[in-house]
């Protein structure tokens, strides 16, 4: 970490590796196209890279600081989409993520299915509690982790992500509903 304040590009690229990935499926499930969620995590290093480099406050913890900095990016991007009156959405990202064709097509087109009925319902939540969702489930983050990402508290994190998960399990129920009603 020191070594990226002495500006090595080097120390930069190790930090881009491990979090670029991360940053980008973050961002990916907050967006409508594999195409912003690209051009948001460029953006997202770019701003960390300037900041970096004008010597400002230290980050104490990376991590949480390239989470935020993506949080911000990615109601900025609503902000000006708003303003530009641009309300698409995709509701099939997920089934656009590879899968493994070592399973069988039966097994790939349950799993496909399963992951659209969890992006849809995702979609029907708060934005509160789908971020918890992604921060915890998807991405794999701690309590105190996301804690420090969401700057609140763990006990405000635990509750939130207690919610979302009874949320997000009313919504399936909801959609596996309407589905068996067809």
Same mark, same amino acid.
């Given at each position: 970490?020191?070594?990226?304040?002495?500006?090595?590009?080097?120390?930069?690229?190790?930090?881009?590796?491990?979090?670029?990935?991360?940053?980008?499926?973050?961002?990916?499930?907050?967006?409508?196209?594999?195409?912003?969620?690209?051009?948001?995590?460029?953006?997202?290093?770019?701003?960390?890279?300037?900041?970096?480099?004008?010597?400002?406050?230290?980050?104490?913890?990376?991590?949480?600081?390239?989470?935020?900095?993506?949080?911000?990016?990615?109601?900025?991007?609503?902000?000006?989409?708003?303003?530009?009156? *641009?309300?698409?959405? &995709?509701?099939?990202? !997920?089934?656009? @993520?590879?899968?493994? +064709?070592?399973?069988?097509?039966?097994? =790939? #087109?349950?799993?496909?299915?399963?992951?659209?009925?969890?992006?849809?319902?995702?979609?029907?939540?708060? *934005?509160?509690?789908? &971020?918890?969702?992604? !921060?915890?489930? @998807?991405?794999?983050? +701690?309590?105190?982790?996301?804690?420090? =990402? #969401?700057?609140?508290?763990?006990?405000?994190?635990?509750?939130?992500?207690?919610?979302?998960?009874?949320?997000?399990?009313?919504?399936?129920?909801?959609?596996?509903?309407? @589905?068996?009603?067809?």
């Amino acid at each position: 970490m020191y070594r990226l304040y002495d500006r090595d590009p080097e120390a930069f690229g190790e930090l881009y590796d491990n979090y670029a990935p991360r940053i980008y499926r973050y961002i990916y499930f907050k967006v409508a196209t594999r195409f912003e969620a690209e051009d948001l995590t460029a953006e997202v290093f770019l701003k960390t890279w300037e900041y970096v480099h004008k010597r400002e406050k230290r980050i104490t913890s990376f991590q949480a600081f390239v989470y935020r900095l993506a949080r911000n990016i990615v109601v900025d991007h609503y902000r000006s989409r708003v303003q530009q009156n *641009e309300h698409n959405i &995709e509701d099939d990202k !997920l089934t656009n @993520i590879p899968v493994p +064709s070592e399973n069988s097509s039966e097994e =790939i #087109l349950i799993r496909e299915t399963d992951m659209a009925a969890v992006q849809t319902a995702l979609q029907k939540l708060k *934005e509160e509690y789908r &971020e918890a969702i992604v !921060l915890r489930y @998807i991405e794999g983050y +701690s309590i105190g982790e996301i804690a420090k =990402i #969401l700057e609140k508290s763990k006990g405000a994190v635990r509750v939130t992500t207690h919610r979302a998960v009874e949320a997000l399990k009313n919504e399936l129920e909801t959609i596996e509903s309407t @589905i068996q009603k067809k």
